[in-house]
């Protein structure tokens, strides 16, 4: 059972405008979420975090919301650049838990 | 400063045989991970080290063992490799930064395995 869902595989965004990146997850008990961004034959790199006390985080062009009662979250990349192609992966971990569970992951594509 | 290095890159493996991939990390983390990609399966966690000497298991524990002599090393191993083991694997570590919640992970740059 996928307790952390991205279920949109891809996306085709143009340069300069939104993209909006989803992730759902089941276990209520999940209290700190993180994205990571991945290029090609690299690892994956922390990109931005939020703990459940929050609804929003800001770092620059990235925005991540978090919606407790849908199990949701969010990532907003404002305006969005050809550099910012690669995969988006999201993670989900509870308590001081060492672990997380990782969402499977969707490729953002800019279009110059 | 390297972060953290991971060897070999790339390995073919012959059903049965055996191999270590090696995770080492310079930034004197407590808390290790091995993880495998699959093509959409994202990031499963196989095994982590919370400390040296200590392993434990993760989602996906089963074919792999591991060993955490030295707190900046982190080895997988493959006792009798299998096709269903043809992945990419990435070792990550982490440290108590302070935050309240969680600890964010730093990755190593993936070895790309196939057993044919």
């Known amino acids: 059972d996928q307790q952390v869902k991205q279920n949109s595989p891809s996306l085709s965004v143009q340069e300069g405008r939104i993209s909006i990146l989803n992730c759902d997850y089941t276990?209520?008990?999940?209290?700190?979420f993180l994205w990571y961004k991945k290029y090609p034959a690299e690892g994956p790199t922390f990109l931005i975090s939020i703990s459940s006390i929050k609804d929003k985080n800001e770092d620059g062009r990235f925005t991540v919301f978090l919606n407790k009662s849908a199990k949701h979250l969010s990532l907003h990349i404002v305006p969005s650049q050809p550099g910012d192609s690669a995969v988006y992966f999201c993670a989900a971990s509870w308590g001081r838990s060492y672990k997380y569970i990782f969402g499977t992951g969707t490729r953002l594509k800019v279009l110059a | 400063n390297a972060g953290v290095t991971q060897t070999p890159k790339f390995r073919v493996l012959k059903t049965g045989q055996s191999m270590t991939l090696l995770c080492a990390q310079d930034m004197n983390h407590e808390y290790m991970y091995w993880y495998r990609q699959d093509p959409g399966m994202g990031l499963r966690l196989i095994h982590y080290s919370v400390g040296e000497g200590t392993t434990a298991k993760g989602e996906v524990p089963d074919g792999y063992n591991v060993s955490r002599l030295k707190k900046q090393n982190f080895l997988l191993g493959l006792e009798s490799a299998a096709p269903s083991q043809t992945s990419v694997y990435f070792c990550?570590?982490?440290?108590?930064?302070?935050?309240?919640?969680?600890?964010?992970?730093?990755f190593g740059p993936g070895t790309r395995l196939t057993v044919t």
């Open positions: 276990n209520s008990m999940f209290d700190y």
């Open positions: 990550a570590s982490s440290s108590d930064s302070g935050k309240l919640l969680s600890y964010e992970q730093y």
